[in-house]
């Protein structure tokens, strides 16, 4: 299976940072790569498909980059709504994998 | 509206067996492969098992093969999970999601999800 690793685990930013998130894929897997958005006690919401494509309602403030094995996940001014946990999703291939995490804390 | 609405969740003890449905509305249920996945209490999320838009492959995480059965009835729009042997280790939030409508393997709608806990 396809390990994906995040970092970092957890970090604190205040209302306006830029904000990256790193997700480590443990071979290539192309730009087949997602990011989601979870809050406490709420369903994942998808957030960037394709590593680096907007998906359909998401603020212009976040984007992805990346390609093999490599990806970030940025948002370019932190806002009230977005202290949440991050997820990458890997669909190169079965097992489909997430990563472990990345918990943005108000700083 | 595109909506999943996952059910059957419960307290089961272990070795036991339990069934989760999904009902989906809102989108033509026959042309869309759906996955479940599952976050145990306080850990991230982990794909669990998919099942292709026919029904006719399915794929699971090597922590449930030969102990859980994905399947799909489309008659009723409904996606199931069939849990037997089930281990402390399977208790969480198991969440339907929809395959995006791109066709690649990610999810673009997710259920509110439904507990299963195991324990005696």
């Known amino acids: 299976d396809i390990q994906m690793t995040q970092s970092p685990s957890t970090l604190s930013a205040s209302v306006g940072d830029r904000v990256t998130i790193t997700c480590r894929a443990s071979q290539s897997i192309s730009t087949w790569l997602a990011w989601y958005q979870q809050k406490p006690g709420k369903a994942p919401k998808l957030l960037i498909y394709k590593a680096s494509s907007l998906a359909s309602g998401v603020p212009s403030r976040f984007s992805g980059s990346g390609s093999g094995t490599e990806f970030t996940l940025t948002i370019s001014s932190l806002q009230p709504d977005d202290f949440a946990t991050y997820y990458c999703q890997q669909y190169n291939s079965y097992s489909l994998t997430f990563g472990q995490g990345t918990k943005v804390e108000i700083k | 509206e595109v909506q999943v609405l996952e059910s059957g969740g419960g307290l089961v003890q272990p070795g036991g067996s339990l069934r989760l449905s999904c009902a989906a509305s809102?989108?033509?249920?026959?042309?869309?492969?759906m996955s479940w996945v599952r976050q145990a209490p306080g850990k991230g999320l982990e794909w669990v098992s998919g099942?292709?838009?026919?029904?006719?492959?399915?794929y699971y995480a090597d922590s449930v093969k030969g102990r859980f059965t994905i399947s799909r009835d489309k008659s009723k729009n409904t996606l199931y999970l069939q849990m037997n042997s089930l281990r402390a280790e399977d208790t969480a939030v198991y969440y339907c999601a929809k395959r995006s409508n791109s066709g690649y393997e990610f999810f673009d709608n997710w259920g509110q999800g439904t507990l299963v806990t195991v324990s005696s």
């Open positions: 099942i292709s838009d026919s029904g006719g492959g399915t």
């Open positions: 809102g989108f033509t249920f026959s042309r869309y492969a």
